[in-house]
């Protein structure tokens, strides 16, 4: 008796992920839909979804949806088991209005948008000292966040408050302001306007002192990682600890998965866009992107525009050749997301003249 071999069918996986749940799919090489389940957003969870989607056939890849929030777990383990993933954005407005939503179609319509080519992008790793660095980056920024809100608080009770409070800190500069008031002595008795006040600046004050220490702290903590992470990146004019930060966090892990410069200047919003018509050809700022990277870039240039004698050399050149500052802007960025890229992606920079800020525009 003999018998046949028959190769198991390739198939291409899809998940809509939520906060408990996630709910898969499984379609074959020509779009046909196999089947749909759902699943516990539980690691026991994750290991059942992966196997139940290859007991359908060869899994060539899977389309998640948020993999940068409840997605991201999924796309860690999926991808030590070895499988490709993709991050699938969700289907917009139109989509939904003419083919519904819920769970099963969004999962198909990840694992259509895999095999169609529609979706090619790879997730961030999450698993090495950028993440770390990225984790971090939140608490501090709500820390900076808060003290400028007590700061805020603090000016705008001073406004209100019984002249003998207001004449007795007036011009001190924030440092000296913060130590006067964290001295106050409000008294028992509350009732009175002038001791409530002493007492609501003392306890802003002393909020603002302590969120001073939590942001010591915490660049004490971020510093060194970010250095870690990509000390090429902190060489570049103008890319301090901050800047560093934000950028290593929009890159992520794994900045391989950017394939050229071009694919990081969009991520960062800085790709020209054609704004061309008729007799005048020219390009507009990029308003997509991630603004945090944007803003990152847009740092670095205003700090080379003031100090980089070579930056300044250029805005003056460009400038008389018509330029506004939008537009030289746009170019510098181009320019630094260049460099970072080549940074980030641990690629020798080279010395770049004057003349190479040109292919930038």
């Not at 499984?26 to 046909?32: A, E, K």
């Not at 808060?146 to 440092?175: H, Y």
Request: charged share 25%; net charge positive; with cysteine.
């Amino acid at each position: 008796m003999t018998s046949r071999t028959h190769d198991a069918p390739e198939t291409t996986g899809g998940v809509d992920t939520h906060g408990l749940t996630h709910h898969a799919a499984v379609i074959d090489p020509v779009g046909r839909h196999l089947a749909d389940r759902e699943f516990p957003a539980t690691i026991r969870g994750y290991r059942d979804l992966l196997g139940w989607m290859r007991s359908h056939g060869t899994l060539v890849a899977v389309g998640v949806e948020g993999t940068g929030a409840y997605g991201a777990e999924l796309a860690r383990v999926l991808t030590a088991a070895g499988v490709t993933v993709i991050d699938v954005d969700r289907p917009d407005r139109k989509t939904r209005r003419t083919k519904g939503k819920s769970d099963p179609i969004d999962a198909y319509a990840a694992a259509m948008a895999v095999l169609s080519g529609r979706a090619t992008g790879v997730p961030k790793s999450r698993d090495g000292v950028v993440e770390a660095v990225r984790v971090l980056r939140i608490a501090r920024r709500s820390a900076v966040k808060a003290r400028t809100q007590a700061m805020n608080q603090i000016r705008t009770v001073l406004v209100s408050a019984p002249a003998m409070l207001r004449e007795r800190v007036a011009g001190l500069d924030r440092a000296a302001l913060i130590r006067v008031l964290t001295r106050l002595r409000p008294g028992d008795d509350l009732s009175r306007p002038l001791a409530a006040t002493r007492a609501s600046l003392r306890h802003l004050a002393r909020r603002h002192q302590a969120l001073d220490i939590e942001i010591a702290e915490l660049d004490a903590e971020i510093g060194p990682l970010v250095e870690q992470a990509a000390p090429k990146l902190l060489e570049l004019f103008g890319v301090g600890p901050e800047t560093a930060g934000q950028l290593l966090a929009s890159a992520g892990d794994n900045p391989q998965r950017m394939r050229s410069e071009g694919a990081f200047a969009h991520l960062a919003g800085v790709a020209p866009i054609p704004a061309s018509s008729g007799r005048t050809h020219r390009h507009r700022l990029n308003r997509g992107g991630d603004r945090a990277a944007n803003n990152a870039l847009h740092t670095i240039v205003l700090v080379r525009m003031r100090y980089d004698e070579r930056t300044r050399a250029y805005v003056e050149r460009r400038t008389k050749e018509g330029l506004n500052k939008k537009d030289i802007m746009r170019c510098l960025k181009r320019f630094v997301a260049r460099e970072v890229y080549r940074a980030l992606t641990s690629t020798p920079t080279e010395r770049t003249s004057q003349n190479d800020l040109a292919p930038a525009a």
